[in-house]
T-cell receptor, first 113, second 113 residues
Framework: QQQVKQSPQSLIVQKGGISIINCAYE??????FPWYQQFPGKGPALLIA?????SEKKEGRFTISFNKSAKQFSLHIMDSQPGDSATYFC????????????FGKGTKLTVNP | KAGVTQTPRYLIKTRGQQVTLSCSPI?????VSWYQQTPGQGLQFLFE???????NKGNFPGRFSGRQFSNSRSEMNVSTLELGDSALYLC????????????FGPGTRLTVT
């Protein structure tokens, strides 16, 4: 059972465009939703995260939008750059660490110059 | 602070053998989690250790085991290797009260032939 569903699997955008990656979850015990960025040959790196009591969080060009009622959240990358080309994973975890960190399948983003 | 380190970075083993992977967490981090990453299944949680105790375990067979030492360093062991165990094994560490902010190492690429 996939607890976090992520789409699309791959995404190609032009430099300067907006990249949007969507995730949906089922477990209402999740209370923290991080996004990770992974470059080839590297481990995932925490990019940005949000709690369900906030509808939006912005850090630089990266924004998370959260819809608690729909159990969906998304990552928006504004002014996408070739250096943003990587695989992005959404994830979710519950209170007290009792829930393990579960990941979406990942989205391979390619930003063309 | 130095990041999470994992050794070795690459490993080639033969089916039926066993392997031990090592992880040194960020200084001060006492929680260590292990993940398996494959193209087909994505990132899957193996287990989590805190203060030398396994707190959480994923859905993997008993061939996969781990332990944590008093200095928070952790090892994972896979016995009777199968071809399907070929994967990138990632270790992540976090502070106790910030369990949700997990910092990943570069991983150990295990190839089983």
């Amino acid at each position: 059972q996939q607890q976090v569903k992520q789409s699309p699997q791959s995404l190609i955008v032009q430099k300067g465009g907006i990249s949007i990656i969507n995730c949906a979850y089922e477990n209402t015990a999740f209370d923290y939703f991080p996004w990770y960025q992974q470059f080839p040959g590297k481990g995932p790196a925490l990019l940005i995260a949000i709690r369900p009591d906030v509808s939006e969080k912005k850090e630089g060009r990266f924004t998370i939008s959260f819809n608690k009622s729909a159990k969906q959240f998304s990552l928006h990358i504004m002014d996408s750059q070739p250096g943003d080309s990587a695989t992005y994973f959404c994830a979710a975890i519950g209170q007290g660490g009792s829930e393990k960190l579960v990941f979406g399948k990942g989205t391979k983003l390619t930003v063309n110059p | 602070k130095a990041g999470v380190t994992q050794t070795p970075r690459y490993l080639i083993k033969t089916r039926g053998q066993q392997v031990t992977l090592s992880c040194s967490p960020i200084s001060g981090h006492r929680s260590v989690s292990w993940y398996q990453q494959t193209p087909g299944q994505g990132l899957q949680f193996l287990f989590e250790y805190f203060s030398e105790t396994q707190r959480n375990k994923g859905n993997f067979p008993g061939r996969f085991s781990g332990r944590q030492f008093s200095n928070s360093r952790s090892e994972m062991n896979v016995s009777t290797l199968e071809l399907g165990d070929s994967a990138l094994y990632l270790c992540a560490s976090s502070e106790l009260d910030l369990y949700y902010e997990q910092y990943f190492g570069p991983g150990t690429r295990l190839t089983v032939t």
